[in-house]
């Protein structure tokens, strides 16, 4: 089951003035994972940070040799790639439902030069990956639901998840992750996975409504999610179209 953070996983953090929103919000998200892996009995990595710029603070971490076999490959995998998209080492291939393949109403476009430049130069983003483009329908914008659903039938690649990532959804552990949104401002939201009979999806929730109401969303707007990487901690970017 997921542990909610105390205030005993900050004692020794040593804050720094130049530290800015994004900042906390990625050593918080840090603090969680290292937490996650002490419960799985992982040896934690140890963390270097950087100097922050406008859009938060960059972190950088060097992670223990005595990671798995798994793991480690597939973080030497992310160090050597390039600020290109990223292709992602793909896991067991799953057995699915014929009316699960992927449909999309136009071809999917490239990120946009600007929300690139944004990731890649100035936050160290790597390992772009469209997850999903995707009309907004009335559930998407129900006050009620406060969700943003990702269904299976329509997700391009699952390989965004890592094992472990995909293991703890699996496991209903829901992950909270960054969100930079189509105005290009970052929130902490909630990623999850649910399955609904024979249907499975995935989905951000929690603080999905101010990210709705922020950005103006509306039914009918065409919308992708790409995933990236800032230090190995999963991100995502929702672009309008």
Not at 144 to 151: D, G, K, L, N, V
């Amino acid at each position: 089951m997921m542990e909610l953070l105390s205030r005993d996983d900050f004692k020794d953090t040593k804050i720094d003035p130049n530290w800015g929103p994004f900042g906390y919000l990625l050593y918080v998200l840090h603090v969680d994972q290292l937490k996650l892996q002490k419960s799985h009995n992982a040896p934690p990595p140890p963390q270097t940070l950087c100097k922050q710029d406008h859009t938060g603070f960059k972190l950088r971490f060097k992670f223990n040799n005595s990671v798995g076999m798994k793991r480690k490959r597939n973080l030497k995998a992310v160090e050597e790639e390039d600020d290109g998209d990223w292709v992602a080492p793909k896991l067991k291939p799953k057995k699915r439902r014929k009316q699960e393949k992927s449909v999309c109403p136009i071809p999917p476009t490239n990120l946009p030069p600007k929300f690139r430049q944004l990731i890649v130069e100035d936050m160290g983003g790597r390992g772009l990956v469209l997850v999903i483009q995707k009309t907004i329908f009335f559930s998407d914008i129900n006050p009620t639901a406060s969700r943003f659903s990702i269904p299976f039938s329509q997700v391009k690649t699952h390989d965004f998840l890592n094992e472990a990532e995909a293991k703890e959804l699996d496991d209903k552990n829901p992950m909270q992750v960054w969100l930079l949104d189509p105005s290009m401002k970052g929130t902490n939201i909630t990623f999850n996975k649910w399955v609904m009979g024979s249907s499975s999806l995935y989905v951000l929730t929690n603080t999905w409504n101010p990210v709705l109401k922020n950005n103006q969303l509306k039914k009918g707007d065409m919308v992708q999610l790409w995933s990236f990487r800032v230090n190995y901690l999963l991100c995502f970017a929702l672009v309008k179209l």
